[in-house]
């Protein structure tokens, strides 16, 4: 399945549940409409539960042995191109030419695991945000309902209309409380949207890149450094 569209399709269910006011069911329950505008910042409040911390822990474990493949790779060709750096005016021309050709070879076998790797991620990543979005849905209706808010905007989606918003508006550390009362994070047990991370050896991954405001993270994949050829 696609994980783009779990994802959209979450974004689009939480869209219209922020942007849809209450009055009517409030007028038909005979009650007084709501006029309350609040701001919750989704991708926050999602990767700041605990549940989402504890998914980005194990996104992390999960993906160690990528990421150290990944590690190993690019050091061979760092190698490499000191070899042809260094080499640059005793190395015949057929050596040049071989380690050349086995850092092109090793360079475009690190770019298809790396593209295979940020599939699974953004996958696993999508699985994360649906599953915690749609029970925070629940958290977020029940606090609205008790509230008296007629809507809810989204700061952190694309497009958002909130230009402007008095902190008092912001409700995203209180919605990440009644979420962590009501889901709390259960030990030793696999955190949503993420499978059981094999056993992996001891070298430490490499720390995730830290989006604004984003899901949880997850461990970025270094970039290939590209052996070229050494000046004549």
Do not use: H
């Not at 849809?20 to 539960?49: C, D, E, F, H, Y």
């Not at 050896?201 to 052996?227: D, F, I, Q």
Request: charged share 20%; glycine share 6%; aromatic share 4%.
């Amino acid at each position: 399945m696609n994980p783009y569209r779990r994802t959209t399709g979450f974004c689009a269910a939480l869209a219209a549940f922020l942007l849809l006011p209450a009055a009517g069911a409030w007028a038909q329950a005979g009650g007084a409409a709501p006029s309350k505008v609040a701001i919750l910042n989704v991708r926050l409040a999602i990767a700041s539960t605990a549940e989402g911390k504890q998914a980005n822990i194990q996104l992390q474990a999960q993906f160690t042995p990528q990421t150290t493949e990944l590690d190993n790779m690019q050091r061979q060709m760092q190698d490499l191109q000191n070899k042809l750096n260094n080499g640059a005016r005793t190395l015949s021309d057929d050596e040049k030419a071989r380690l050349q050709n086995q850092g092109q070879l090793l360079q475009r076998q690190y770019q298809r695991k790396q593209d295979d790797l940020n599939d699974q991620l953004t996958a696993a990543q999508g699985d994360i945000v649906d599953e915690i979005g749609r029970k925070m849905i629940d958290v977020l209706d029940k606090y609205s309902k008790d509230n008296g808010l007629a809507a809810v905007l989204d700061s952190s989606a694309q497009g958002t209309p909130v230009v402007y918003g008095a902190p008092q508006l912001d409700i995203t550390n209180e919605i990440i409380r009644l979420y962590d009362q009501q889901y709390p994070a259960k030990a030793a047990t696999t955190a949503p949207g993420t499978t059981k991370a094999p056993a992996t050896p001891a070298t430490a991954a490499p720390k995730p890149a830290t989006p604004g405001a984003a899901a949880p993270a997850a461990p970025a994949a270094p970039k290939p450094a590209t052996p070229a050829a050494p000046a004549k």
